[in-house]
């Protein structure tokens, strides 16, 4: 095995898992089918992973950093939680149309861990994640003259929105995507604006 840091031994099984449980499904993501796409021995893997388990999570919280960190670059702090909700709803969405790949992936290994009893703590610990973590964006949006509004539950839908959105996007490959993806912004608009006159 060539001498490799293993940050870059990670990364390249985690892009090879990206690549077989997104077009092939975790079912076939074996250690061996990983390795070969890597084009590295089986036993690499596990000398940047302790088991597969840990390698599936560092997929997902590969996404969720990749996402995250996308979606920051349009988070301006002051520039009011309307704004900021609407930039960040169209920023995930842009995102996940890029990497369709990485969206199965991320899908495939959530289903499987919440059927393992062993790892249904993934999907619990990734959902969480990507909820406290857009949270914690809006609150950065925040000014003053915003509504007081639970930024958890304003997170989730947005989170529950755009995973729905985009399983019907790979599902039936038409061209509404956009248009329901401005469709949710209106309506998260709308309920903001409601909350101010509450």
Not at 77 to 84: K, S
Not at 124 to 149: F, H, I, K, M, Y
Not at 162 to 184: A, K, V, Y
Request: glycine share 6%.
């Amino acid at each position: 095995m060539p001498n490799m840091p293993v940050s870059d031994r990670r990364r390249q099984f985690i892009e090879a898992t990206v690549k077989v449980v997104g077009e092939e499904g975790v079912a076939k993501a074996t250690t061996r089918r990983i390795a070969e796409v890597a084009d590295a021995p089986a036993a690499g893997m596990h000398y940047a992973f302790e088991n597969k388990e840990h390698l599936f999570r560092a997929v997902l919280e590969h996404q969720l950093g990749s996402g995250l960190a996308i979606a920051s670059e349009v988070v301006k702090p002051g520039m009011g939680l309307r704004a900021g909700a609407e930039a960040i709803t169209r920023r995930y969405a842009n995102w996940v149309r890029q990497d369709p790949q990485l969206q199965l992936a991320s899908y495939d290994l959530i289903l499987w861990a919440i059927r393992t009893p062993a790892s249904e703590h993934l999907a619990a610990r990734s959902c969480r994640s990507w909820v406290g973590s857009t949270s914690q964006l809006l609150s950065e949006t925040v000014v003053p003259t915003d509504p007081e509004v639970n930024l958890d539950d304003l997170a989730a839908l947005i989170c529950a929105a755009i995973d729905g959105h985009t399983l019907q996007w790979q599902t039936l490959g038409d061209n509404s995507f956009q248009p329901r993806i401005e469709m949710l912004v209106q309506v998260i608009d709308a309920w903001l604006v409601a909350q101010v006159d509450e």
